[in-house]
């Protein structure tokens, strides 16, 4: 398995936290399951090579997108595909959904529109330019020069809100909301308007997935006990880091940090 990130050019590291992609050639006829996991932050997704069958609660399957727009979200989903694939994606902070596209956030939350329903012809002739790409540094640069057009054309550029999200993403989800929204010089009212319009949650439910978020970058770290990781990223006790946890992921914690939680394996490349 082949996972790695690059990081946007300066011009575009407002929007874009990072550029990633995933390649794997399975063994045999062995399936691969992937879970995506719960994000205040929304992705830009690409298949270029095999197509992915989500799985539903009732074990029924459904052929997922090519392209498309994986919004922020508040639960899992899971995912199964039985040959080789690879997926290029763009992270995005949640504000760049209504700043770049003029969709407000909460529109896409929860939700995987694939791209030409989100973006019409631009959308399918973006998925063909990235399909056709001979690299990820051909990806890169199709998407950038996408994303470029996208600010001169329409950009909607909020600051006091644009600054209120990163500081909560910023400080893990510990942020304190009212001094955030004091300095924004917003009423609450206006605060709570444009923070769900451009994070897609309200700010609470916003904090605690990026709380949720901070917990899983300790994978891998062998020193901390499920409880100083707990307390670490802000729970006030184990009970509520478990059942935040298993909501936003549908696993508890130690299997997670087990290495043994399913579709994770990426985390170990």
């Known amino acids: 398995m082949k996972y790695f990130t690059i990081p946007p050019t300066p011009d575009l590291a407002r929007y874009v936290r990072f550029f990633w992609e ?3 050639d399975l063994p045999g006829n062995e399936p691969y399951f992937h879970r995506t996991l719960a994000d205040g932050c929304a992705e830009m997704v690409f298949h ?25 979200s508040q639960s899992f989903r899971r995912f ?12 995005l902070y949640p504000y760049a959904i209504p700043a770049l596209f003029g969709v407000p956030a909460a529109e896409v939350s929860n939700q995987m529109p694939d791209l030409t ?10 998925e063909e330019q990235v399909m056709l790409a001979a690299d990820h540094t051909s990806r890169v640069a199709i998407v950038s020069e996408f994303l470029r057009k996208c600010i001169r054309k329409r950009e909607i550029h ?29 009423s609450t009212r206006q605060f709570e308007r444009k923070f769900l319009a451009f994070s897609g949650f309200s700010p609470k439910l916003f904090s605690r997935i990026i709380r949720f978020q901070s917990a899983l970058n300790e994978y891998g770290n062998k020193h901390k006990s499920l409880t100083e ?20 992921s549908g696993e508890h914690p130690k299997t997670y940090f087990s290495g043994n939680a399913e579709g994770m394996g990426y985390r170990d490349v």
């Open 22 to 24: 995933l390649e794997h």
């Open 229 to 248: 990781i707990a307390y670490e990223c802000g729970y006030y006790d184990q009970s509520h880091f478990i059942h935040d946890f298993k909501a936003f």
């Open 117 to 126: 329903s989100f973006l019409g012809q631009a959308g399918t002739d973006l």
């Open 48 to 72: 270029f090579k095999g197509r992915f069958d989500e799985i539903f609660k009732n074990d029924k399957t459904e052929t997922s997108f090519h392209s498309g727009v994986h919004g922020q």
């Open 80 to 91: 199964v595909i039985g040959r080789d694939f690879g997926i290029f994606g763009i992270y």
């Open 158 to 186: 909020e600051p006091a809100v644009f600054s209120v999200i990163s500081s909560v993403i910023r400080s893990n989800g510990l942020a304190r909301i009212p001094d955030l929204a004091a300095r924004s010089f917003l």
